[in-house]
């Protein structure tokens, strides 16, 4: 009987740690954390623009939802009410400048006002796609 | 003479109205709001770009699914990998016209009801939506807000019986974008 209820006793216990696990690292699992993430693809800022615009299809594909590091010449960083973005302009259409335009984690806004650009960088974030004039980068570091 | 310079005005003319009527924003936002006795879920996307043509009243906007953020991360994957299936549908797109455009005079600051009707893409499917909004006009900048209920099932958007419970089958989506006077 003792050892029934020790048996019964143990299973809830791990039952318990289960759902704690569960809850706390699968339904709570907490996003990455952008700035410590690796590159899955490192090419030059222009060859990830050439290919989204040329290759839609396939470069979403390849790179939309993955982490992304650019390099190459960033030409202005600009402010809305609450985003600093670095732009890489390639080309002009409709609406403008169009290139890559990457969202900075608020702890690199200032180190982005404080470059005379056009400036040489290395940015890297999560690519979310290309909406036919640019290609969005969110979380993005330098380094 | 004369009338080389009435047709120089013409064209002059022409070209002021072609570049005055553009308004734009690249980082416009859009909020999806979904409510149940179970959860609330919210997602935010400050990645949204819209155009409007202030003389024939033509709206576009352009969403990446994958601009979205939610407060849990398994939400944000699930969102993407089950719902909106992102990677095969990474856009979403409204376009359309205000149909009251005569009623909005943009050269006069003020607040305008807008009325608005158009084609919305979700997920790959299009519907035709009349919804109603404001236009303020300040300046060089026009700032559209709307709020408005999207049926989820609408768009052919399959939510697994394990979290039915926890999404609402309507959502409700609120539009503010700043554009600002497109100047080439």
């Known amino acids: ?143 | 003479m004369k009338k080389t310079l009435n047709l120089l005005l013409l064209l002059l003319l022409m070209a002021s109205s072609v570049t005055a009527q553009r308004y734009i924003t690249k980082n416009g936002y859009i909020r999806f709001f979904s409510s149940t006795p179970v959860e609330d879920i919210k997602a935010h996307n400050r990645q949204v770009q819209a155009a409007l043509n202030s003389e024939t009243g033509e709206v576009v906007f352009k969403v990446l699914m994958k601009s979205f953020s939610f407060k849990k991360a398994l939400m944000q994957e699930h969102f993407n990998e089950k719902f909106v299936e992102s990677d095969k549908y990474p856009n979403s797109t409204l376009k359309g016209k205000i149909t009251n455009i005569d009623e909005i005079d943009f050269t006069k600051n003020g607040e305008y009801p807008a009325k608005v009707g158009g084609k919305l893409t979700i997920h790959g499917v299009t519907n035709s939506i009349k919804e109603e909004g404001t236009l303020t006009v300040e300046g060089g900048t026009v700032h559209a807000q709307a709020e408005f209920m999207v049926t989820v099932a609408d768009y052919d958007i399959k939510i697994p019986s394990s979290v039915r419970e926890n999404i609402a089958k309507e959502v409700k989506v609120t539009v503010d974008c700043k554009l600002k006077k497109f100047k080439k």
């Open chain 1, 1 to 143: 009987m003792r050892k029934t209820l020790k048996i019964i006793g143990i299973l809830a216990l791990i039952g318990i740690i289960a759902a704690f696990l569960v809850y706390r690292f699968v339904y709570n699992k907490p996003h990455p954390d952008y700035e410590k993430e690796v590159a899955e693809y490192t090419l030059s800022a222009k060859e990830f623009y050439d290919e989204f615009k040329n290759q839609t299809v396939a470069a979403n594909k390849k790179y939309t939802g993955k982490m992304i590091q650019v390099k190459g010449e960033l030409d202005k960083v600009i402010q809305t009410d609450s985003l600093t973005i670095g732009v890489f302009v390639f080309s002009t259409g409709m609406f403008g400048n169009e290139g890559i335009r990457c969202t900075l984690l608020p702890k690199y806004n200032q180190k982005a006002k404080n470059l005379s650009t056009p400036a040489n960088v290395s940015i890297k974030g999560l690519c979310t796609g290309y909406n036919d004039t640019d290609v969005i980068m969110e979380h993005c570091s330098f380094n």
